[in-house]
């Protein structure tokens, strides 16, 4: 036997190996990003398929809507340096201390969400809240309210955010495409705002008992110059939203402060979302240019916008369905409650409701099957209690 060989094979299969670990690292890794972006990856896909039947041209530029991109980049950039800072746990910590029963902490915690998707969109209130939602409830002895708890938390952040303009995405989006004023705006989410308040003060109060709570002591403390500074960043995003300031400002001013003051935050944006919405502006442009789909589209939402736009948000979720179907009808206000009222219902109805699942997930992986059926009950329970509402009221 030639040993001298040895060496040398040992180190060529080792090399082999390392590079197909490496392969299958690398795939791992594309898979776990696809599956973790899954709306983005089903909306990639379908772009790829309109752009074979209608070829790009000079009219793809016109499908792009930069304001609603601009503004949505700048609200995510500053609420992820405010994030960083901690602002957002401390504030909803100090809330939770002042309530001393498990069910004042739980309708704490469902109305901060509630509240925060109202200022820092539904996705990051979640990203933001879940987590405190858990640490309450785990430190106090109180994991039993967890599933309840957390589902409350995703219909409140769907549901909040559809009062202002920058509270949901397709709010942004359909309140700078069709230029609606900001009175009329908050005056059409007004009634599924209000009735979404009181079904989910309700159900607190029925399924969470006055169990005496407290939450462990826990120093934490800000840096005062620095969240004023990331608090009027905050300040000129909603004035850019409002339309007070020409939106390309914010697009200089907020990424240069960030890359002084915060640069991960920078690298912390869910730029997959923004993703999401240019490849949603090349399907939507492209299906109104196809007759066919133009005529359908068009017939189904003069029968009833409304619920077909609720009903189109389980099946492709509820930014698709907000930009799809503002290609076939001018008809704004039912368009913006039925994508809003539409969040609710399935997981996929809104991204919102994955990122809650998400999260359940990972802390109580056993109990996944109990929490899809529970979040199934009370979400299309809310779903059927607003459309029968707002079929009333509209």
Same mark, same amino acid.
Request: aromatic share 12%; charged share 10%; hydrophobic share 55%.
């Given at each position: 036997?030639?040993?001298?060989?040895?060496?040398?094979?040992?180190?060529?299969?080792?090399?082999?190996?390392?590079?197909?670990?490496?392969?299958?690292?690398?795939?791992?890794?594309?898979?776990?990003?696809?599956?973790?972006?899954?709306?983005?990856?089903?909306?990639?896909?379908?772009?790829?398929?309109?752009?074979?039947?209608?070829?790009?041209?000079?009219?793809?530029?016109?499908?792009?809507?930069?304001?609603?991109?601009?503004?949505?980049?700048?609200?995510?950039?500053?609420?992820?340096?405010?994030?960083?800072?901690?602002?957002?746990?401390?504030?909803?910590?100090?809330?939770?201390?002042?309530?001393?029963?498990?069910?004042?902490?739980?309708?704490?915690?469902?109305?901060?969400?509630?509240?925060?998707?109202?200022?820092?969109?539904?996705?990051?209130?979640? =990203?933001?809240? @879940?987590? !405190?939602?858990?640490? &309450? #409830?785990?430190?106090?002895?109180?994991?039993?309210?967890?599933? /309840?708890? %957390?589902?409350?938390?995703?219909?409140?952040?769907?549901?909040?955010?559809?009062?202002?303009?920058?509270?949901?995405?397709?709010?942004?989006?359909?309140?700078?495409?069709?230029?609606?004023?900001?009175?009329?705006?908050?005056?059409?989410?007004?009634?599924?705002?209000?009735?979404?308040?009181?079904?989910?003060?309700?159900?607190?109060?029925?399924?969470?008992?006055?169990?005496?709570?407290?939450?462990?002591?826990?120093?934490?403390?800000?840096?005062?110059?620095?969240?004023?500074?990331?608090?009027?960043?905050?300040?000129?995003?909603?004035?850019?939203?409002?339309?007070?300031?020409?939106?390309?400002?914010?697009?200089?001013?907020?990424? =240069?402060?960030? @890359?002084? !003051?915060?640069?991960? &935050? #920078?690298?912390?944006?869910?730029?997959?979302?923004?993703?999401? /919405?240019? %490849?949603?502006?090349?399907?939507?442009?492209?299906?109104?240019?196809?007759?066919?789909?133009?005529?359908?589209?068009?017939?189904?939402?003069?029968?009833?916008?409304?619920?077909?736009?609720?009903?189109?948000?389980?099946?492709?979720?509820?930014?698709?369905?907000?930009?799809?179907?503002?290609?076939?009808?001018?008809?704004?206000?039912?368009?913006?409650?039925?994508?809003?009222?539409?969040?609710?219902?399935?997981?996929?109805?809104?991204?919102?409701?994955?990122?809650?699942?998400?999260?359940?997930?990972?802390?109580?992986?056993?109990?996944?099957?109990?929490?899809?059926?529970?979040?199934?009950?009370?979400?299309?329970?809310?779903?059927? =209690?607003?459309?029968?509402?707002?079929?009333?009221?509209?």
């Amino acid at each position: 036997m030639n040993h001298a060989h040895l060496p040398r094979h040992f180190g060529t299969h080792r090399h082999h190996f390392g590079s197909h670990r490496g392969g299958h690292s690398f795939m791992s890794e594309v898979l776990g990003f696809a599956k973790k972006n899954i709306v983005m990856v089903v909306a990639m896909v379908a772009a790829a398929i309109t752009c074979v039947i209608i070829p790009p041209d000079a009219e793809y530029l016109g499908y792009f809507d930069l304001k609603t991109l601009t503004c949505l980049f700048c609200v995510l950039a500053v609420v992820c340096a405010l994030k960083n800072i901690r602002f957002f746990y401390i504030l909803a910590r100090r809330i939770v201390e002042l309530f001393k029963n498990a069910r004042l902490a739980v309708l704490a915690l469902v109305y901060i969400t509630f509240i925060g998707s109202m200022l820092i969109a539904n996705d990051m209130a979640l =990203l933001t809240f @879940l987590p !405190l939602g858990y640490l &309450a #409830l785990d430190v106090t002895g109180k994991k039993k309210y967890m599933a /309840f708890t %957390f589902i409350m938390q995703n219909i409140a952040a769907n549901l909040g955010g559809m009062l202002t303009p920058f509270g949901n995405p397709q709010n942004l989006y359909l309140y700078t495409k069709y230029n609606i004023p900001t009175g009329e705006f908050m005056a059409i989410m007004a009634p599924p705002f209000i009735i979404s308040i009181i079904i989910i003060t309700i159900c607190c109060i029925v399924f969470v008992k006055a169990e005496p709570l407290e939450l462990a002591e826990e120093r934490i403390s800000l840096v005062p110059w620095r969240t004023a500074v990331y608090l009027l960043l905050f300040a000129l995003s909603i004035a850019i939203v409002f339309r007070g300031i020409p939106y390309w400002i914010g697009l200089i001013v907020i990424p =240069l402060a960030l @890359l002084f !003051l915060d640069r991960k &935050a #920078l690298g912390q944006v869910d730029y997959p979302l923004l993703l999401t /919405f240019v %490849f949603f502006f090349i399907f939507s442009g492209n299906m109104a240019r196809i007759d066919a789909v133009r005529d359908v589209f068009s017939w189904l939402l003069e029968q009833n916008t409304l619920v077909v736009s609720a009903l189109s948000c389980q099946l492709i979720s509820n930014v698709p369905s907000a930009i799809l179907l503002s290609q076939f009808t001018d008809n704004y206000a039912p368009l913006l409650v039925g994508v809003n009222i539409g969040g609710a219902g399935t997981l996929i109805a809104s991204l919102a409701s994955l990122i809650t699942f998400r999260e359940y997930a990972k802390h109580e992986p056993a109990k996944v099957g109990s929490y899809i059926l529970k979040f199934s009950l009370f979400n299309f329970g809310m779903l059927a =209690l607003l459309l029968g509402a707002m079929l009333l009221i509209m």
